[in-house]
């Protein structure tokens, strides 16, 4: 397999998703996917569930105290239902059933399979390192929300800096150490831990831009933040 041209996605849900289903966004997300294939790339796209996760688990915790693993399993099954959507957008190019697993070996002769959370714990951040780790791809693309990720929270903090390039080391010393159903941060601390064991380069870019995406896989200067 050619892993240069085997692309590891984290898909946020937020994106897909920010309050109702961005069907313009997937459109021209399926477009751009679809224009790869056609050049030999296969992609494999791990969807989150972003802000619909975060709503389920926050509606339940208003109502009853939950144990974390049974709030990481809402979450867990809204990533399932992000993902499908996006599975059934591909169609006959889609493995198809999503993958849940990470850890297993796949066969399929499509050039897309699609996968979402797995079980608690493992953020759709970290399964897609998990992923690139079975497939044995080095680079994961984390589609999100935001630009860069920053040394700050930009939206607390007026003086917080974005970050071009960072090493493993420095990017973990600014975020939790834990995970946490719902934890908002460019990339997760237990996936972050992985990819740096691992020697996984991870890219953080805005998805909703998806010519700076084209970029990025073109190998071109991109806007975002690598972390390696």
Not at 17 to 38: A, C, K, N, T
Not at 44 to 71: F, H, M, Q, S, W
Not at 206 to 213: C, E, P, T, V
């Amino acid at each position: 397999m050619d892993t240069s041209k085997t692309i590891i996605i984290s898909l946020g849900g937020s994106i897909v998703v920010p309050d109702e289903i961005d069907v313009g966004f997937v459109r021209s997300f399926r477009e751009h996917i679809l224009s790869y294939v056609s050049q030999g790339y296969t992609f494999y796209i791990i969807v989150g569930g972003g802000k619909i996760a975060r709503k389920y688990t926050n509606a339940a915790n208003a109502i009853i105290a939950l144990p974390k693993d049974e709030l990481d399993w809402l979450g867990i099954y809204t990533t399932r239902l992000n993902a499908d959507f996006i599975r059934l957008i591909f169609k006959d190019v889609a493995h198809h059933e999503i993958v849940t697993d990470p850890t297993q070996p796949l066969t399929t002769d499509k050039p897309i399979v699609i996968g979402a959370g797995w079980k608690p714990g493992w953020s759709t951040d970290y399964v897609s390192v998990q992923l690139a780790k079975t497939v044995g791809a080095k680079k994961v693309a984390n589609l999100s929300n935001i630009d860069y990720a920053y040394d700050a929270d930009p939206n607390t903090n007026p003086d917080a800096q974005k970050i071009n390039s960072i090493s493993w080391l420095e990017y973990r010393k600014l975020i939790p150490d834990g995970w946490d159903p719902g934890l908002s941060t460019p990339f997760d601390p237990i996936a972050s831990k992985l990819a740096e064991e691992l020697g996984i380069e991870v890219a953080i870019m805005n998805g909703k831009k998806l010519d700076n995406f084209k970029r990025y896989l073109d190998g071109e200067t991109f806007e975002g933040t690598v972390i390696q």
